[in-house]
């Protein structure tokens, strides 16, 4: 049937007409409504934006409030406290209280903030002061006077009606007017729900987003009462950068390589006036170590303890000139310092890494070094802990790192393989330890220890353990410094039973087995073996040479490892220096 709108009766195109245009608008409020219109359905954060019963809390371009473990607490004299939890969370996971001195300490990268529970006191890097608020302990939580904190974690803190607003001084700052009175919208539509009014030259704070997660010509912003929501670009003019990005500088512009010199009380630093070191940037003297008394556990006292935790120098007329000459050969000094443990003694150590003020004893005996002797950095050597000093140990180095930092003083950790023993391997963190010093050093000799016959360093040890820092314990390769060694060991055994392991620099191992031994190349640890009977003995040797050493270094390269160290200078090849120099690009 043909249907003709003009035939049919005058009331039933009426009805008709009506019933279109009902139609068209029930279309034209689904479009509204997929823009943001009914914000019930929409846009159901608006609803969490902002809590009305509480303080709310903004952190930079985010209302945190709904997530925080504890409510923000506003005391009568406008003192803001921030819970422990929370700063783990937001500032600081390293945070800890410490229940033997009844404080509370915090870090960043370049600040230790010690609060003494209850007290109006607050010790930065080794300064105290006295502020407004204190830390307290309320319904079992203890809270920090984040308003007195803004040079500790590097931020601005305003109020504004019933919020805090915290803002990172390290993280860009854009800001703009209003050019006229407009609105700030819960959603980059015009639809959306209105959050508030802002008057025209009133400046709000631009936010740093993905440019692909927002509607062309919207952008994110935060008002001085700090709403947060979205309005037109257009709207907006005077846009100027406030402050630039932060952006974290490697203590080295290029590959680490680092020769690690030993000296003693007895043994000086030399006199290198007229003598450089080809292939390297960084020198790292033994100038520094604990002298630890074995005195039995049973028989420690407390003056003990505080003596031997102490840090001894062995640096003098000589060392000063060694600093100077590697400076004026622009080398870094990054001085060692070693605990020098041994298993007689791992009691007295324990007894000192476990316990805050004599670990600040340690460290404030460091940072006068290192500033007495205008070093570059320092090299941490602390060996054969228990296991259950990991902790400990760690928070020695949340400690010491941003107070060195603090100061454009480098520290570089020295650590053992992740598959050791006890005292020997789990006594490390390494992930912390990558996280928070500069440099990790993967100590990469001593493989098979003193007894076990085998390679002091294998290409396929190292390369597991290397796999391991980076994907078992989560350590940036750019923070990863391969330590290799210049010696091997030449054992010597009968029936089968080791006698002794000697060690033998690689400058000498021509001069140290025969010359009619046959030298068999070892594919998996990449090294040649030789072994003979001398004597009545039986001998082995994994061979250390350029050709061992040359494929070593090439996991620096492969793995984009920070470089490469090398224990240590004056047992290696004259050789090997042109290795170092090529493979790491000096």
């Known amino acids: ?22 139609i068209f608008i029930l279309v034209i409020l689904a479009v509204l409504a997929a823009g943001g219109l009914f914000v019930l359905k929409v846009a159901p954060n608006y609803f969490v934006n902002e809590i009305t019963d509480r303080e709310n809390l903004v952190l930079n371009f985010s209302n945190v409030t709904g997530r ?44 230790l903030a010690v609060f003494k529970i209850d007290e109006n006191k607050m010790t930065v890097n080794g300064n105290t002061t006295q502020i407004k608020g204190k830390a307290i302990e309320k319904n079992g939580n203890y809270y920090l006077p984040i308003s007195d904190m803004e040079e500790v974690y590097n931020v601005k803190i305003t109020k504004a009606d019933n919020k805090v607003i915290i803002e990172s001084l390290d993280r860009k ?23 508030e009014k802002v008057q025209a030259n009133e400046k709000v704070s631009i936010a740093e987003v993905d440019d692909n997660s927002l509607p062309a010509g919207w952008v ?96 003098g007329e000589q ?35 476990n316990d805050y003020e004599l670990r600040n004893v340690m460290i404030n005996d460091i940072l006068a070094y290192a500033q007495r002797y205008k070093l570059d950095g320092i090299n941490l050597d602390f060996e054969y802990m228990y296991k259950e000093d990991n902790e400990a140990f760690s928070r020695f180095i949340i400690e010491l790192a941003p107070q060195l930092r603090d100061k454009g003083i480098c520290l570089s950790v020295d650590v053992t393989a992740p598959d050791g023993g006890d005292n020997w391997s789990l006594c490390y963190n390494r992930k912390l330890i990558g996280d928070v010093a500069d440099y990790i050093v993967f100590m990469g000799y001593d493989q098979n220890g003193t007894t076990k016959i085998g390679t002091t360093s294998g290409y396929n040890w190292l390369e597991l353990n290397i796999n391991k820092f980076i994907n078992n314990d989560g350590v940036n390769p750019e923070k990863i410094i391969l330590g290799l060694p210049f010696y091997t060991k030449l054992w010597q055994t009968k029936n089968g039973e080791t006698i002794k392991g000697i060690s033998v620099g690689m400058n ?19 090294q040649y073996y030789v072994q003979y009977d001398q ?52």
Not at 325 to 352: G, P, R
Not at 511 to 523: H, R, V
Request: aromatic share 12%; proline share 2%.
């Open 220 to 315: 994110k912003v935060r008002t001085q009462n700090g709403t947060i929501g979205y309005v037109e670009e257009k709207s907006l003019s005077n846009k100027k950068v406030e402050r630039e990005q932060t952006v974290y500088e490697s203590p080295m512009d290029e590959k680490v390589s680092i020769a690690w010199e030993y000296f003693s009380e007895y043994f000086k630093a030399p006199d290198n006036t007229g003598i450089t070191y080809n292939g390297v940037n960084v020198v790292s003297p033994s100038f520094f170590n604990l002298k630890l008394k074995d005195t039995g556990k049973d028989n420690l006292t407390t003056n003990d303890v505080a003596d031997m935790a102490k840090i001894n120098e062995n640096v």
């Open 535 to 586: 004597n009545g003995y039986t001998y082995k040797m994994w061979i250390e040479d350029e050709k061992s050493f040359s494929r070593k270094m090439d996991l620096v390269n492969d793995y984009n490892l920070a470089g490469a160290g090398y224990w240590r200078k004056g047992l290696e090849s004259v050789r090997v220096w042109n290795i170092i120099k090529e493979k790491l690009g000096l």
């Open 319 to 353: 060392g000063v000139k060694y600093i100077n000459w590697a400076h004026q050969n622009n080398y870094k000094v990054w001085a060692k310092v070693s605990n020098e443990t041994l298993s007689t003694t791992i009691d007295e150590f324990s007894c000192i890494i």
């Open 1 to 22: 049937m043909d249907y003709n709108m003009e035939e049919k009766p005058k009331k039933e195109r009426k009805f008709l007409k009506g019933f279109f245009k009902l």
């Open 173 to 195: 700052s854009t800001t703009a007017t209003a050019s006229k009175n407009i609105q700030i919208k819960n959603k980059a539509t015009f639809f959306s729900k209105t959050l």
């Open 68 to 111: 925080m473990k504890h409510n923000l607490i506003v005391d009568e004299n406008d003192v803001i406290y921030l819970s422990m939890d929370d700063i783990a969370n937001y500032y600081d996971k390293y945070i800890y209280y410490d229940k033997e001195y009844n404080q509370i300490v915090t870090s960043t990268d370049n600040k």
């Open 508 to 526: 000498s191992v021509d001069n140290s087995i025969p010359a009619s031994a046959t030298k068999d190349w070892l594919e998996d640890v990449q």
